[in-house]
T-cell receptor, first 114, second 113 residues
Framework: EAQVTQNPRYLITVTGKKLTVTCSQNMNHEYMSWYRQDPGLGLRQIYYSMNVEVTDKGDVPEGYKVSRKEKRNFPLILESPSPNQTSLYFC?????????????FGQGTRLTVV | DAKTTQPPSMDCAEGRAANLPCNHSTISGNEYVYWYRQIHSQGPQYIIHGLKNNETNEMASLIITEDRKSSTLILPHATLRDTAVYYCIVRERNFGGAQKLVFGQGTRLTINP
């Protein structure tokens, strides 16, 4: 089954404690991205990657890092989380270069930073 | 990406057709109309997309006006499981660059028994 898998689904952490949210897709998609969703602000793109070792900032990259060492994985790293990063996070993937393809989203990671 | 305007909420009776409108009056010639939905904080789910012709798949139909300034997503026989926030998105055919999907506030559709 085609899917994007995020882990963990829920996480409560303390300010300053480094954490990583993993994202893996099994569709051999070149393009992957991270979004955060906050009430009243909708979904905003954090980072994206067009292929292995190619990453770039989205609209709200501050406080986040990503890496793309393998095609299937695109982890989101919070080096020093702060309470304003409390949010619902989604990873997405899609095929690159095809004319019109849908994006597949993970089930989300609800992060609380206290 | 062009902006879209959707009603914030709609209700529909179970078994009836749900018609969700979207205005995209500034859409350009190379921009497609996409629809996604999000069921209660789950990941957004792709529904359908189109350029200028009407489209139909197993989930829904998409009707795009001739001037392409508006469209309607039709769920032909709505069920309780169709209760969700529906997003209308327009974006370029060229998939270079950020390729982000710009989600607005969407329409919260409630299907009533």
């Amino acid at each position: 089954e085609a899917q994007v898998t995020q882990n963990p689904r829920y996480l409560i952490t303390v300010t300053g404690k480094k954490l990583t949210v993993t994202c893996s897709q099994n569709m051999n998609h070149e393009y992957m991205s991270w979004y955060r969703q906050d009430p009243g602000l909708g979904l905003r793109q954090i980072y994206y990657s067009m292929n292995v070792e190619v990453t770039d900032k989205g609209d709200v990259p501050e406080g986040y890092k990503v890496s793309r060492k393998e095609k299937r994985n695109f982890p989101l790293i919070l080096e020093s989380p702060s309470p304003n990063q409390t949010s619902l996070y989604f990873c997405a993937s899609k095929k690159q270069g095809a004319q019109n393809t849908e994006a597949f989203f993970g089930q989300g990671t609800r992060l609380t930073v206290v | 990406d062009a902006k879209t305007t959707q009603p914030p909420s709609m209700d529909c009776a179970e078994g009836r057709a749900a018609n969700l409108p979207c205005n995209h009056s500034t859409i350009s010639g190379n921009e497609y109309v996409y629809w996604y939905r999000q069921i209660h904080s789950q990941g957004p789910q792709y529904i359908i997309h189109g350029l200028k012709n009407n489209e139909t798949n197993e989930m829904a139909s998409l009707i795009i006006t001739e001037d392409r300034k508006s469209s309607t997503l039709i769920l032909p026989h709505a069920t309780l499981r169709d209760t969700a926030v529906y997003y209308c998105i327009v974006r370029e055919r060229n998939f270079g660059g950020a390729q982000k999907l710009v989600f607005g506030q969407g329409t919260r559709l409630t299907i009533n028994p």
